[in-house]
């Protein structure tokens, strides 16, 4: 592999400048560097904290966690906090990108793939394809939850996958501080739910079932009883999602999904 340590600083340092003036509402770019794709990943604006405080009444009138929102205040922070869990992860065995150069205001780093939601769009991948990619984030997300670890906004478009194997993007969100291991990997199992409804129920709908079924099977039964009780303790939300469900998007329909997979099981 490429010692990016002793790569040409300048040159590179030409190609990003170039890729920023090209894309300027881009945050993340993707880049060729030597025959090579890699992906910048640059720091951004610190965050608005309305939506986020509003979150933390939530999670006091209710008792749970869960809308608390686990987004840092964003800004070089928390980039450094990411290339820091995205070590700790490759340590692990966990697939993630690797970080190839970090400076204050961006990472750069390794390609690992297309992200499996445009894996799902694609018109041209086959069913059959469509199945193993879903399939082995169910595997992938049962393995990290079985090594004791949690991404934080498991959502499709944060998972990417090679032709092999499924790997691990975007670890802004960090519920730690927050909640103990065990309701992290929670959430996780909730919000990877959540976003299968949002990605398969329309295209794909008939994997659902399975996909579910497959990291039920796989992840850490402590897990699986966590969430069942995380989503008991929101029972006010269930019952106000089943009145609006005649008027609710696409996210709406999703929680009310994921409520009721967690509540039959």
């Known amino acids: 592999m490429m010692d990016w340590s002793d790569q040409n600083t300048a040159e590179l340092e030409q190609i990003i400048l170039q890729a920023k003036l090209s894309e300027p509402q881009e945050r993340t770019l993707k880049l060729s560097f030597q025959e090579q794709v890699v992906w910048l990943k640059q720091a951004e604006q610190p965050r608005n904290l309305r939506w986020q405080q509003l979150g933390r009444v939530m999670a006091k009138l209710t008792g749970n966690k869960m809308f608390v929102s686990a987004l840092g205040l964003g800004g070089e922070q928390a980039l450094e906090k990411e290339a820091a869990r995205l070590r700790m992860l490759a340590e692990a065995g966990i697939s993630v990108p690797i970080v190839l150069k ?31 990619i879903v399939l082995k984030t169910a595997e992938a997300m049962a ?51 959540h976003n299968l409804y949002r990605n398969l129920a329309i ?24 969430t069942r009780k995380m989503v008991k303790t929101m029972w006010f939300s269930y019952y106000l999602l089943r009145l609006l469900k005649p008027l609710s998007g696409k996210d709406g329909r999703a929680a009310l999904f994921a409520f009721e997979v967690f509540r039959a099981a």
Not at 152 to 176: C, K, N, T, V
């Open 102 to 132: 970090q400076t204050r205001q961006w990472i750069l780093l390794s390609n690992v793939g297309p992200a499996v939601h445009k894996w799902l769009r694609r018109p041209d991948s086959p069913a059959a394809l469509k199945r193993t």
């Open 143 to 193: 393995q990290l939850h079985q090594l004791g670890f949690w991404h934080g906004r498991p959502a499709l478009r944060d998972m990417a996958y090679d032709g092999a194997q499924i790997s691990f993007l975007d670890f802004e969100e960090d519920p730690a501080a927050l909640m103990t291991p065990e309701q992290c990997m929670a959430r996780d199992a909730f919000l990877f739910v």
């Open 203 to 226: 295209s794909e709908p008939q994997l659902l079932d399975e996909v579910i079924a497959q990291y039920r099977s796989q992840c850490p039964q402590n897990v699986w009883l966590a």
